[in-house]
């Protein structure tokens, strides 16, 4: 996990995957990774962390949920591509453009 912006990028922590575990159970490898990290970096930094990033293809109700568990926001990231869901999804919250853009 590191802090993005312009400023050069500060790794704040890291989680390793563990084989036996994480595949173990029924919820992907990598989002367990995810979990397990968020919730380290939350009780450590809690005043750092405000928002987390999380690509689009591993994201689902079990992360955002996680994230709304520990106070974070969770941001999901798409690429800017003619996705039919993306479509969808502007279509029902009525935005064609950006409503804000943050540079800082």
């Not at 990774?33 to 689009?56: E, P």
Request: aromatic share 4%.
């Amino acid at each position: 996990m590191s802090i993005v912006g312009e400023a050069p990028k500060l790794v704040i922590d890291f989680e390793n995957y563990k084989p036996g575990q994480d595949s173990a159970s029924k919820n992907e490898g990598e989002q367990n990774v995810a979990k397990r990290l968020l919730t380290d970096v939350v009780s450590v930094h809690k005043s750092l962390i405000d928002v987390v990033v999380y690509d689009a293809i591993a994201c689902n109700s079990v992360w955002i949920n996680h994230c709304i568990e520990h106070g974070v926001h969770a941001i999901v990231r798409t690429k800017n591509n003619n996705n039919k869901s993306i479509r969808e999804v502007k279509k029902k919250v009525n935005k064609s453009e950006l409503v804000e853009v943050w540079t800082e």
